[in-house]
């Protein structure tokens, strides 16, 4: 709260007059005549100029006061949705239970409402400090083990991709090998901003990720990004083609696979709405890399579930985000939990790449120490 008023009073100073920041209306108002900042680019809405977030993004360089404004939304949000929201959702038992849906997420992926405790956020100090309020009983510990970079582990083995695919063969930092293939230099001679494009373009790829975008989100200019994403796709061709091809195969049957099996039927890639086609075609090749994952995930849930009841290792598996599981355990049972849940973890699915899993243990799900492997 002391940060959200110390940036209301800049946001109001950086403006010149005072308004209601969280009123798209009058933030629009202020931005686009009070200051004139410039609206090329900037989408309208039926009221105006729009003052999204990808819109406000376009002005980063522009002015101050859109990083600020970045900031005070982003707290304003923790302190809404979790901060405010969290203590009052405690149980009787004292503590916090949510609902996991099987069939709203379209990938098949599990999601959690009332509330979500599948967007707690970790990428900030305040978001992290946020996930410090999970705390384990007297006498426990949590455990959280996650599937490192699955997702593009499953687009080397999908698309067939030749680099990536011995990039996780032989153990690599896969966006540093990215950086050095594209910039080919040594991998010991990439540097920080270097691996970052690299990264950006590694995960934003299946996203559709287009040079603006990643000149956005990595400092890169327009034609850097563009000459960056053309030599990309010249290593990693199998990548292009994966992306196309599955485009062509929605459209001729109608729907695309997991690797096991499991089907989403895209009827709107047939409607010759151009914007409906086009997202049909994004989901189209998303969904068999984020629905492998989804049936990956649940498999090794239920393959951690059968050995902790077979065993009877006093371990509770309390939630499921995305690519990492997090357990509650007797402190003494840590070590040898830790060590079989990556073990079940890891052998759920044979791949032509490895599936790694990082463990992590602590007394709260913010100060989380890993386990190493072997111990």
């Given at each position: 709260?002391?940060?959200?008023?110390?940036?209301?009073?800049?946001i109001?100073?950086?403006?010149?007059?005072?308004?209601?920041?969280?009123?798209?209306?009058?933030?629009?108002?202020?931005?686009?005549?009070?200051?004139?900042?410039?609206?090329?680019?900037?989408?309208?809405?039926?009221?105006g100029?729009?003052?999204?977030?990808?819109?406000?993004?376009?002005?980063?360089?522009?002015?101050?006061?859109?990083?600020?404004?970045?900031e005070?939304?982003?707290l304003?949000?923790?302190?809404?949705t979790?901060?405010?929201?969290?203590?009052?959702?405690?149980?009787?038992?004292?503590?916090?239970?949510t609902?996991?849906?099987?069939?709203?997420?379209?990938?098949?992926?599990?999601?959690?409402?009332?509330?979500?405790?599948?967007?707690?956020?970790?990428?900030?100090?305040?978001?992290?400090?946020?996930?410090?309020?999970?705390?384990?009983?007297?006498?426990?510990?949590?455990?959280?083990?996650?599937?490192?970079?699955?997702?593009?582990?499953?687009?080397?083995?999908?698309?067939?991709?030749?680099?990536?695919?011995?990039a996780?063969?032989?153990?690599?930092?896969?966006?540093?090998?990215?950086?050095?293939?594209?910039w080919?230099?040594?991998?010991?001679?990439?540097?920080?901003?270097?691996?970052?494009?690299?990264?950006?373009?590694n995960?934003?790829?299946?996203y559709g990720?287009?040079?603006r975008?990643?000149s956005?989100?990595?400092?890169?200019?327009?034609?850097?990004a563009?000459d960056?994403?053309?030599?990309?796709?010249?290593?990693?061709h199998?990548?292009?083609?994966?992306?196309?091809?599955?485009?062509?195969?929605?459209?001729?049957?109608?729907?695309?696979?997991?690797?096991?099996?499991?089907?989403?039927y895209?009827?709107?890639?047939?409607?010759?709405?151009?914007?409906?086609?086009?997202?049909?075609?994004?989901?189209?090749?998303n969904?068999?890399?984020?629905?492998?994952?989804?049936d990956?995930?649940?498999?090794?849930?239920?393959?951690v579930?059968?050995?902790?009841?077979?065993?009877?290792?006093?371990v509770?598996?309390?939630?499921q985000?995305?690519?990492?599981?997090?357990?509650?355990?007797?402190?003494?049972?840590?070590?040898?939990?830790?060590?079989?849940?990556?073990e079940?973890?890891e052998?759920?699915?044979?791949?032509?790449?490895?599936l790694?899993?990082?463990?992590?243990?602590?007394?709260?799900?913010?100060?989380?120490?890993g386990?190493?492997?072997?111990?």
């Open positions: 709260k002391t940060r959200i008023d110390e940036l209301t009073i800049t109001h100073g950086a403006a010149g007059t005072d308004f209601n920041i969280n009123s798209p209306s009058q933030l629009a108002e202020i931005l686009f005549e009070t200051m004139k900042l410039p609206t090329k680019g900037i989408k309208k809405t039926k009221s100029f729009s003052t999204a977030a990808p819109e406000l993004e376009k002005l980063w360089e522009v002015h101050e006061i859109i990083p600020l404004l970045s005070y939304r982003e304003t949000k923790l302190q809404s979790y901060v405010e929201a969290l203590p009052k959702l405690v149980a009787k038992d004292g503590r916090v239970h609902t996991y849906n099987q069939t709203v997420a379209a990938t098949g992926r599990l999601s959690s409402t009332d509330p979500n405790l599948q967007n707690i956020p970790i990428k900030t100090e305040l978001g992290r400090s946020i996930r410090k309020a999970f705390v384990a009983p007297k006498g426990k510990r949590l455990i959280a083990a996650d599937y490192s970079q699955i997702e593009l582990r499953l687009v080397a083995v999908i698309a067939h991709d030749k680099p990536f695919i011995q996780f063969q032989t153990g690599a930092d896969v966006h540093t090998r990215t950086a050095a293939e594209v080919e230099v040594a991998e010991d001679q990439v540097t920080k901003d270097q691996r970052r494009a690299a990264k950006a373009i995960f934003g790829i299946i990720m287009g040079p975008s990643l956005r989100s990595t400092g890169l200019s327009l034609s850097q563009k960056f994403i053309d030599r990309y796709f010249h290593i990693h199998a990548v292009r083609e994966y992306l196309d091809s599955t485009k062509i195969l929605a459209h001729t049957q109608g729907y695309v696979e997991t690797l096991f099996g499991r089907r989403r895209l009827p709107e890639i047939q409607s010759g709405v151009p914007m409906l086609v086009a997202s049909a075609e994004r989901m189209a090749v969904m068999p890399i984020q629905g492998t994952q989804a990956i995930v649940k498999m090794a849930m239920l393959h579930d059968g050995w902790l009841k077979k065993s009877q290792w006093p509770k598996m309390l939630l985000v995305h690519d990492e599981l997090v357990f509650e355990v007797d402190r003494d049972a840590v070590e040898i939990v830790a060590r079989g849940i990556r079940m973890m052998s759920v699915a044979s791949f032509e790449v490895p790694v899993v990082d463990v992590e243990v602590g007394k709260n799900w913010g100060e989380m120490v386990v190493e492997r072997g111990s």
